[in-house]
């Protein structure tokens, strides 16, 4: 089955930092598209940064400077870093594979960030 | 304010047809594959439906997908309250480089 299992939430200060963690099974992550989506209770989806198999990299413009995406295709996961927390950055922050075409195929349960 | 433009709820009578737009511009709808996504309270979102009507399995064929220059259509027949849920497109913007959605649409089966 494939699966993406999403940790490091929890509450953090604005200012501060953390590092989100992706852990994949049950398919080809290297071969994989990966992005981070994220929503905040009672709003929409966001997308928020994604990064190809040859590691290229694209971000939101409300994260942009402040947030990094990258993966370890050797440990099948995939990592968000998370720098100058805002307020608005508090979400549950989803774990997402996507196909060629950007279909979001695959989607984690999510980890909850709250920024306070 | 998201990119794709969304009515933010619909709703019908158990056994009728409902359609939920999805509007864009070219840089995402227009040229890029849209597909949309099923949210149930308290779960993440799950594909729902692609732009080619490919859907995951368990998925029923009640729900179908057309797209016409920047504007995409879900719709689902034979309604059932167990499809009330928030629906969400989806798809690439290729000028802003990002992933975009709309703003979601809350179905409600009277």
């Known amino acids: 089955e494939e699966q993406l299992v999403e940790s490091g939430g929890g509450l953090f200060r604005p200012g501060g930092s953390l590092r989100l963690s992706c852990a994949a099974s049950?398919?080809?992550?290297?071969?994989?598209?990966m992005h981070w989506v994220r929503q905040a209770t009672g709003r929409g989806l966001e997308w928020v940064a994604g990064?190809?198999?040859?590691?290229?990299?694209d971000y939101s413009d409300s994260v942009e400077g402040r947030f990094t995406i990258s993966r370890e295709n050797a440990k099948n996961t995939l990592f968000l870093q998370m720098n100058s927390l805002r307020a608005g950055d508090t979400a549950t922050y989803y774990c997402?594979?996507?196909?060629?075409?950007?279909?979001?195929?695959?989607w984690g349960r999510g980890t909850a960030v709250t920024v306070s | 304010q998201s990119v794709l433009t969304q009515p933010p709820s619909v709703s019908a009578a158990p056994g009728q047809k409902v359609a939920i737009s999805c509007s864009g511009i070219?840089?995402?709808?227009?040229?890029?594959?849209v597909s949309w996504y099923q949210q149930f309270p308290g779960t993440a979102p799950k594909l729902l439906i692609d732009?080619?009507?490919k859907r995951p399995s368990g998925i029923p064929d009640r729900f179908s997908v057309s797209k016409s220059g920047t504007s995409a259509t879900l719709a689902i027949s034979g309604l059932q309250t167990g499809d009330e849920a928030d629906y969400y497109c989806g798809t690439w913007d290729s000028d802003l480089s990002a992933g975009v959605f709309g703003g979601g649409t809350k179905l409600t089966v009277l």
């Open positions: 049950g398919f080809t992550f290297s071969r994989s598209d």
């Open positions: 732009e080619n009507n």
């Open positions: 990064i190809g198999t040859d590691h290229d990299t």
């Open positions: 070219n840089s995402n709808i227009g040229n890029n594959f």
């Open positions: 997402v594979r996507s196909d060629y075409f950007y279909t979001m195929d695959v």
